[in-house]
């Protein structure tokens, strides 16, 4: 049984920490099934994806401290965050946000000052074509 943390938040939905509107134990839906791609007006969303290395086996309050952190982190972004998933089975911290210039760079890296070892994955940059003389 997979142990995910998950939250569809509302456009409207204002209440207390994401995570906790929902921390249920069962398997869940594939990601893609309930990520959200669009706004209502038809824009994409975006998303990005954190690596939060050996969290599952984290001491059970070390891993409920790093749960309130990541949700005080989404609690104050709560304006643009549309859809959070924490996968303890593959330590990952999925969030889709409204498509704000930036906040793919500043939300992950509020996320980083709370739980330092949380790394952002993402492309890597590409390699240089040309040498130095």
């Not at 790093?66 to 965050?81: A, H, K, M, N, P």
């Not at 924490?86 to 210039?101: A, Y």
């Amino acid at each position: 049984m997979s142990q995910v943390y998950a939250v569809d938040m509302d456009l409207d939905e204002q209440r207390a920490g994401p995570l906790a509107a929902s921390t249920g134990f069962e398997p869940a839906e594939p990601l893609w099934q309930r990520v959200p791609t669009r706004m209502p007006d038809g824009r994409p969303v975006s998303d990005f994806m954190m690596l939060i290395p050996r969290l599952r086996q984290q001491p059970p309050h070390i891993l409920q401290r790093t749960l309130r952190e990541i949700d005080g982190v989404l609690t104050r972004y709560r304006s643009v965050v549309l859809f959070a998933d924490l996968n303890l089975k593959i330590n990952t911290l999925w969030v889709s946000v409204r498509p704000v210039p930036g906040i793919c760079l500043e939300l992950p890296a509020a996320v980083k000052l709370c739980v330092p070892e949380a790394v952002l994955i993402g492309q890597p940059r590409p390699q240089r074509t040309w040498r130095r003389r």
